[in-house]
């Protein structure tokens, strides 16, 4: 098992840039994918960026470009950077690790992008 913390979120102008962070509590060195998912009202929650332990990435059409996953394994942590924010990412971001065939999710940080 395995608990994740997320910090970072905020309010922040159009254009603006943000960097989300998520801390787990055990090493992740040997756990394949890490990732952020984000769920904006009245809609589904999105895969945005993950990363496997040898440092592939993938990243959801919309935030390519603007968005950076990364990970630190020495540290225990993933990263989101997050530039150019439209008002369309706002929403609640989620870390989550797959560990074997289970995942497990932070508990959610707001991202607010006012017009």
């Known amino acids: 098992q395995v608990q994740l913390v997320e910090s970072g979120g905020g309010l922040v102008q159009a254009g603006g840039s943000l960097r989300l962070s998520c801390a787990a509590s055990?090493?992740?060195?040997?756990?394949?994918?890490m990732g952020w998912y984000r769920q904006a009202p009245g809609k589904q929650r999105e895969l945005v960026a993950r990363i496997t332990s040898v440092g592939d990435r993938y990243y959801v059409d919309s935030v390519m470009g603007r968005f950076t996953i990364s990970r630190d394994n020495a540290k225990n942590t993933v990263s989101l950077q997050m530039n150019s924010l439209r008002p369309e990412d706002t929403a609640v971001y989620y870390c989550?690790?797959?560990?074997?065939?289970?995942?497990?999710w932070g508990q959610g940080t707001q991202v607010t992008v006012s017009s």
């Open positions: 055990r090493s992740i060195a040997s756990l394949n994918l």
């Open positions: 989550y690790v797959r560990v074997v065939v289970t995942d497990y």
